[in-house]
């Protein structure tokens, strides 16, 4: 008979953030100015993502109107950068939800965070020249989420990856160093870095050129200016 490790006890927690990459959206606003937002609702699967936002988000509106964006992943070095925009949002007036927990309105979302925005070349809002991976992004299609409306989850299709060179693997140009990336995780509204690797990975031993998709075409016709 196999011994019980541990011993489950039914709770009811509030959020479920377990712990996810914090990723920094920007956007552009209808003034033309870009916006910059944290957020950790995001999962990858090939060259897509699916991102979860509040549907009154500054972000949200912008991703509706102009259909881009850029994904811009911070390493866990620039926590305090991330941190300085807490509580900030570019809607204005800031939405009643975000007013009664403390949120108020900031424009310069990029000096607010000490961050420099650097120009894209397949969409119009900048990268986060600071960010070790950023992803130029365009929306494929959202969908509301629950009964109440107020979320929604975009299915965003990458058009471009950037990655700074100390995390790229040596002698590739297709491949993420894991030993060398450091993401910024938020675990339950905390900001955690990864410790290293604690067992070696069966499905490590997959090439990753076996998962690529037709999006990966795609994204090159866009470089070539191609329709």
């Given amino acids: 008979m196999s011994t019980v490790a541990g011993t489950h006890t039914v709770i009811e927690p509030n959020i479920l953030y377990f712990g996810t990459p ?46 881009e964006c850029v994904l811009n992943l911070p390493s866990d070095a620039l926590a305090p950068a991330v941190d300085r925009l807490a509580l900030t949002t570019g809607s204005d007036p800031v939405p009643e939800r975000k007013h009664v927990r403390g949120y108020r309105h900031v424009a310069d979302k990029f000096g607010r965070a000490g961050l420099n925005a650097v120009p ?11 960010c070790p991976v950023a992803m130029e992004a365009v929306v494929e299609r959202h969908h509301p989420v629950g009964d109440e409306g107020g979320i929604l989850a975009f299915e965003v299709r990458v058009q471009r990856v950037w990655v700074h ?28 870095g ?34």
Wanted: glycine fraction near 8%; charge should be neutral; hydrophobic fraction near 40%.
């Fill in 22 to 67: 914090v990723v920094l959206i920007s956007s552009m606003n209808e003034d033309g100015t870009p916006n910059l937002a944290p957020m950790s609702s995001a999962f990858w699967l090939g060259w897509r993502a699916v991102l979860g936002l509040g549907a009154r988000a500054k972000t949200a509106q912008n991703m509706l109107k102009t259909g």
């Fill in 120 to 130: 894209s070349e397949t969409v119009a809002p900048p990268r986060v020249g600071e």
């Fill in 165 to 192: 060179e100390e995390i790229r693997m040596a002698g590739t140009d297709d491949r993420i160093d894991p030993d060398a990336w450091r993401p910024l995780i938020m675990s339950f509204q905390k900001l955690y």
């Fill in 194 to 227: 990864l410790g290293p690797q604690v067992h070696p990975s069966t499905l490590a031993r997959i090439p990753e050129r076996l998962y690529r998709s037709a999006d990966l075409e795609r994204a090159r016709a866009v470089h070539q200016g191609q329709p």
